[in-house]
Structures are given as structure tokens and as C-alpha cells.
């Protein structure tokens, strides 16, 4: 069982593995409207849906002491008539203290539990972007972060997340 850390206190003995959450934090964020103000007409005749891509990537750094930095990106690309609408991208970041993990673990947790809490707060900030672009809201359905990882566990070399350091 590890111990969770909530600001900064512990909740059990020190010898435990410890999972700390020290900051959430937009790292960057853009919104474009390439083709605006025509898109908006051609929205309005258009008899095909717009077409909507999600391209989602992550990356750990280790920052020392047991501390690592998640950078969850979300990049949303929405086209017209293959004219791009909008692109809404951001990359939302968070401070992990991981420590007394073994590798595997500590992998797991980078992972999928890391950008499984930095989600939702991405998930507002994409939407929030595309409504204020002045296009119908669009929510980003739920992710399930452990059946990627696994994937990639699976599809790859068994390869943990990269760290860079």
C-alpha cells in the first residue's frame, strides 16, 4: 500500500512507498482559428459533421529527489470541408514526489495515474478554448490512462514511460 501525501503531510510510516502531488499547472496553451471568419459560413452550409482529431502525448522528466515533472499534451484539430476550424492545444503539467517505488511501479504511475489527474483539468481548458473560439462547445470524452499504458507495455519493448532527464 503506498502512502499519499497530501500537502505536504504523510498519513503513515515513513519506510512506505510515497505518491506526493506538489502542483498542477498549464505548462502552455494556443488556440487558432485559421480560416475564421469564413469557416463560420461554411459551418453553417456544410452537410457532412466536422471532422475532429485528438492527438495525445505525454512525458515524464526527472527533476531530482525524487521529483518528476508529467507534461500531459492534448492538440484538438477540427476541420471543415478539410479547411482547419480550429486547432485547440494544451499541455498541462504537474510536480509528482515519487519515491520507494520499485521500477515497474513507479512506471505505472507515471504512466497512467499522472495523466489521468492531469486530464480533467486539460479536458476544461481544451473545451473552454473552442467555446470562446466562438465554436459549439466540444467535451472530450474520458480516457482510460491504465488500458493505454498498457498498450504501450504490450506494443512496445516494455519500455517504462521515457524520463528525461
Same mark, same amino acid.
Given at each position: ?6 500537502? %505536504? ?13 506538489? +502542483?498542477?499547472?498549464? +505548462? ?71 519515491? %520507494? ?6 512506471? %505505472? ?46 506494443? %512496445? ?9
Amino acid at each position: 500500500m503506498a502512502e499519499i501525501i497530501a500537502n %505536504g503531510q504523510a498519513n503513515g510510516p515513513a519506510s512506505q512507498p510515497q505518491l506526493m502531488l506538489q +502542483k498542477i499547472y498549464v +505548462k502552455d496553451v494556443s488556440f487558432e482559428a485559421p480560416n475564421a471568419p469564413q469557416i463560420f459560413q461554411d459551418i453553417g452550409e456544410i452537410s457532412e459533421p466536422p471532422q475532429v482529431q485528438l492527438n495525445l502525448t505525454q512525458r515524464a522528466t526527472g527533476l531530482g529527489n525524487d521529483l518528476y515533472e508529467v507534461v500531459l499534451t492534448l492538440t484538438l484539430t477540427c476541420t471543415v470541408n478539410d479547411r482547419t476550424a480550429y486547432l485547440a492545444e494544451v499541455h498541462q503539467a504537474g510536480l509528482f514526489g515519487i519515491a %520507494g517505488f520499485n521500477e515497474s511501479d513507479q512506471a %505505472g504511475i507515471i504512466g497512467s495515474y499522472c495523466p489521468n489527474l492531469l486530464f480533467p483539468y486539460a479536458r476544461q481548458i481544451i473545451s473552454s478554448l473552442v467555446q470562446e473560439g466562438g465554436f459549439p462547445p466540444f467535451l472530450l470524452q474520458p480516457i482510460n490512462f491504465e488500458a493505454l499504458y498498457a498498450e504501450q507495455q504490450r506494443r %512496445g519493448s516494455g519500455e517504462a514511460p521515457t524520463l528525461n532527464s
